[in-house]
C-alpha cells in the first residue's frame, strides 16, 4: 500500500513538471511569434523611407545630367516658363501612384545672412490640391551648387525641396 502511495504522489510530481514545461513553452513560443512579426506600423515606415530613398536617387540623377541648370537656371534667365518643363520632367520620371510637390530656392548670401529667394512663381506638383490627396508623406531637401554652363551661374546653390507622398 505504500508503494502505491509513492506510486500515486511520483505521478503527481510528473504531472505538475509537464504542465510547468508545457506553459513554459507555450510562452516561448508566443514570445517567438511576436518577435518575428512586425507590428502593423512598420510598413508605414517602410513606405515612407522608400519614398525618400527615392526622392534622394531621382534629384541626384538629375544633378549628374545637369537637369537643374538646363531647367532651372537656364528658364529663370530666359524668362520662360520653366516651372511646366520641371513639372513634367518629374512626371515623367515618376511611378503613377506617387503625388509630387517642389519648391525652388536660390541662396543668395550677404552681410547679413543667407537669404533664401523663391524661384517658382507657380507650383510644381502633378495635383493641385497636393494636401488633400496624400496618404502618407516623406520631404527632402536637397542642395545643389551649379557648376555649368552659362559660367555667371556657377557658384548658384540651389535648394530644392521636393515632397513625395502615396494618393489616397
Known sequence: MHKQVSKINNLGQIRLIEVILGVIIIVLTLITIMRLTPPQKTIYLRETSDLRRFAYNLLNTMANARA???????GNLSGNNWEDEMK???SINMPPQIIFSADFYELKMN???VI???L???PVSNTEEYLSK??????VTYTYVCV???DRTRGTVLVI???LGYGG
Not at 68 to 74: A, D, K, L
Open 116 to 118: 533664401w529667394h523663391k
Open 111 to 113: 552681410e547679413s545672412g
Open 120 to 122: 517658382n512663381r507657380k
Open 134 to 139: 496624400i496618404v502618407e508623406a516623406e520631404s
Open 88 to 90: 513634367m520632367f518629374l
Open 161 to 163: 525641396i521636393l515632397r
Open 68 to 74: 537643374f541648370e538646363n531647367i532651372i537656371v537656364m
Open 148 to 150: 555649368g554652363e552659362p
